[in-house]
């Protein structure tokens, strides 16, 4: 998955601003909350099948790892 598709999901899906969401904003600075993180981890396994846990994904430390740790999980299923 890229950042431009998280940067979709976050912003379309969880109602984030689009402005904080780069590549390298720390996960608080783009305004990833414990519920964006529920939102994300719901819309992942609805649409693409991969199943992350909210924990798993806060343990990204910016948005493009986020987006890399999802890839990751996406070619491992």
Do not use: N, W
Not at 28 to 50: I, K, N, Q, T, Y
Request: net charge negative.
């Amino acid at each position: 998955m890229t950042f431009e598709q998280v940067k979709e999901i976050l912003t379309d899906r969880c109602g984030l601003p689009s402005a904080p969401v780069t590549p390298d904003a720390p996960l608080a600075s783009a305004g990833v909350d414990s519920m964006a993180l529920v939102m994300l981890s719901l819309h992942l396994e609805d649409r693409f099948g991969v199943e992350i846990s909210e924990d798993q994904l806060s343990t990204a430390t910016c948005v493009d790892d986020m987006a890399k740790l999802i890839s990751r999980y996406a070619v491992s299923r």
